[in-house]
């Protein structure tokens, strides 16, 4: 636990060419009703005005700290933040999102009063969000962590509109060089812990056309195929010889679902090659990971690998 009331928070925010949203996305956060923060700001390389707002920004706040650093991609700039932050919480925020002006206040609330190491919202905004007073902002607690988790994949699988104790992130860090490196890093720490708080309000306000979209909307093609297949290698390994294996095998099931659905779509011989062949290998040496493909799944993967012979 904490040793003071009001220990200090570090908000991490990862930022690259994100001028039009970076304005609004300081200001919920210098806002925070909870002021003992340290705002760390990781500058990855940006080549519009992001970085001259940010030397602004923190001319005008002692709180905030600019860490500077050749372009390296999302997880590459929140490794950065994870290197350099001092608080005894962390959460994460998105450079193009925002946060409502009592976030920090629950969520802080949320783990003093429940001892967790984790807390989540149970939802997050997007675009826009219902005003709403900290102190109705309600808890309670989940376990296991990994099968809740699991259970709810494509709402609590991100970084953001969570708050962690700083020992369990400390040592932990993003898959470097990958889109979607969100889910494994979750996972791995919803692993480690038995339960955690969950928020009945949101906590975070998600910007669906902001800077990342473009990366979002791109062509699914090697890179991105890549990165799906890391996360669940990553997620297996973790898990192999856990008594979790089922809650991770439902997960590494559900990504490689993601990931036979998209290639499946995008006909490639190449790509269905590379699928075929990673997808196998991580059931050679982690047969529980893709234990739980759906059936249409397991029949485009088929379908997948005669296109690859062909």
């Not at 290698?233 to 439902?250: D, N």
Request: net charge positive; hydrophobic share 40%; charged share 30%.
């Amino acid at each position: 636990m904490p040793s003071t009331a009001h220990p200090l928070v570090s908000v991490i925010i990862p930022v690259y060419n994100v001028e039009k949203y970076l304005p609004r996305c300081l200001d919920s956060v210098i806002a925070q009703t909870e002021k003992n923060l340290e705002i760390i700001c990781v500058d990855d390389g940006s080549t519009d005005s992001s970085g001259a707002i940010l030397a602004e920004y923190a001319a005008k706040d002692p709180r905030m700290r600019v860490v500077e650093k050749e372009n390296g991609g999302l997880s590459s700039a929140r490794n950065a933040g994870l290197d350099a932050f001092r608080g005894e919480w962390v959460t994460f925020v998105d450079s193009d999102d925002w946060i409502p002006r009592d976030a920090v206040e629950c969520f802080e609330r949320a783990a003093l009063e429940s001892g967790e190491s984790l807390v989540i919202s149970r939802e997050y905004a997007v675009d826009s969000f219902e005003p709403r007073r900290a102190n109705r902002a309600e808890w309670k607690r989940c376990a296991p962590a990994l099968a809740k988790i699991v259970g709810r994949r494509k709402m609590q699988s991100c970084a953001w509109n969570k708050f962690y104790r700083a020992d369990i992130v400390r040592d932990r860090r993003f898959i470097d060089g990958i889109y979607f490196e969100d889910w494994p890093f979750v996972v791995e720490i919803a692993g480690s812990l038995g339960s955690f708080a969950l928020l009945d309000a949101p906590m975070y306000v998600y910007c669906k056309n902001g800077g990342d979209a473009s990366i979002v909307r791109s062509p699914f093609g090697e890179k991105k195929a890549r990165s799906y297949i890391a996360g669940i290698e990553r997620v297996a390994g973790l898990f192999a010889a856990r008594r979790e294996r089922k809650y991770a095998g439902a997960r590494t099931s559900a990504a490689a679902g993601t990931l036979i659905s998209k290639v499946y779509r995008v006909r490639s011989p190449e790509l269905d090659r590379l699928v075929v062949t990673e997808l196998r290998r991580i059931r050679e040496n982690h047969p529980f990971a893709l234990d739980r493909l759906e059936l249409k799944d397991r029949f485009r993967l088929w379908r997948m690998e005669k296109r690859a012979k062909a």
